[in-house]
C-alpha cells in the first residue's frame, strides 16, 4: 500500500476506532474523501477498499461506505489494532488477545508434549536461547524486538509441534497481532525470573513428553501476563499505551 493510501486510511481507522465516525455513519463520497485528504481519486478508492477488507465499512453500490459495528472489525488487522491500543479501552483489547491466547495456547502446549519431534525440540530451544541472548543486551528497542520476536518463535513453534494445520494457519494470520499486542505488557525488568525460567519450565515438559506438566506451565506463564495486565489496568487506566522501551 502506498504511503498516501496508508496515512488516509490510519487516520479513518483512528477515526472510527475512537468513536468521531460511529456505526451507521457514512463515509464522506470518494470525491469528497479525495477533496478533504487532498489526494487523488484513486487514493481515495485505494483507501476506501482497504477500510472494507478490514471489516470497518460496508460499501454498497450507489450508497456509498458505512461504518459497521465493532464485531465486524479485523482485529487481527495490526493498523486496526494499533488504533484499538490508543483507545481508553486498550485494557480490555488486551484481556481479550490474552484470554484468545489461553484457549489456544494451554492445550497446544499438552498436544505439543505429546507430538513433539527431535526437530521440534532443537527449534524450541533454539528460540529459548535467543530469548536467552536478546535479554541480556542492553536495553532499548532493538533489544525489546529481538526478545519479542524469538518469544513469537518459540508459541509458534509449539504451535506447529501439534501437527494441526488448520491451528498452525490461525496462528500464521495472527502472528503480526500477537506482536503487537504484547508491547503493552512488557516487563523486561522481570524477565529474569519470571518469563526466562517459564519458558524453560514449558520447554522442559514438552521435550519430556510430560502432558500435564506442559499445560500446567503454559497456564502459569499466561497468569503472570494476567498479572502484567492487571498492573497496565491500575498504572495506565487502560489509556493510551506505552512503548515497549518504557514498558
Not at 487516520?11 to 487532498?38: C, N, Q, Y
Not at 526478545?147 to 494470520?173: K, M, S, Y
Request: charged share 30%; hydrophobic share 40%.
Amino acid at each position: 500500500m502506498a504511503r498516501k493510501h496508508r496515512d488516509v486510511m490510519r487516520i479513518l481507522i483512528t477515526d472510527i476506532v475512537t468513536g468521531i465516525r460511529e456505526p451507521g455513519d457514512m463515509l464522506p463520497r470518494e470525491v469528497d474523501l479525495a477533496a478533504d485528504f487532498d489526494v487523488s481519486r484513486g487514493v481515495a478508492r485505494e483507501t476506501i477498499r482497504a477500510m472494507e477488507e478490514r471489516g470497518l465499512i460496508s460499501v454498497k453500490h450507489g450508497r456509498g461506505a458505512t461504518v459497521n459495528d465493532p464485531e465486524q472489525w479485523d482485529v487481527f488487522d495490526p493498523d486496526v489494532l494499533a488504533a484499538m491500543l490508543e483507545t481508553e479501552r486498550s485494557a480490555d483489547v488486551l484481556a481479550e488477545y490474552l484470554e484468545c491466547r489461553r484457549m489456544l495456547e494451554v492445550q497446544a502446549a499438552g498436544v505439543a508434549a505429546q507430538r513433539a519431534t527431535p526437530e521440534d525440540v532443537v527449534q524450541l530451544r533454539e528460540a529459548l536461547r535467543r530469548m536467552e541472548e536478546s535479554s541480556g543486551r542492553p536495553p532499548g528497542q532493538a533489544a525489546e524486538e529481538r526478545f519479542h520476536e524469538a518469544d513469537i518463535a518459540f508459541h509458534q513453534t509449539l504451535i506447529a509441534a501439534t501437527r494441526n494445520r488448520p491451528l498452525a494457519r490461525v496462528v500464521e494470520r495472527i502472528h503480526s497481532a500477537l506482536l503487537l499486542a504484547r508491547y503493552p505488557l512488557a516487563r523486561p525488568q522481570y524477565r529474569q525470573r519470571r518469563a526466562l525460567p517459564e519458558h524453560r519450565r514449558i520447554f522442559e515438559a514438552v521435550a519430556a513428553g510430560d502432558v500435564a506438566e506442559a499445560r500446567a506451565a503454559m497456564s502459569d506463564h499466561l497468569d503472570t501476563i494476567a498479572s502484567y495486565l492487571d498492573e497496565y489496568r491500575r498504572t495506565s487506566g487502560g489509556g493510551r499505551r506505552r512503548t515497549a522501551a518504557s514498558a
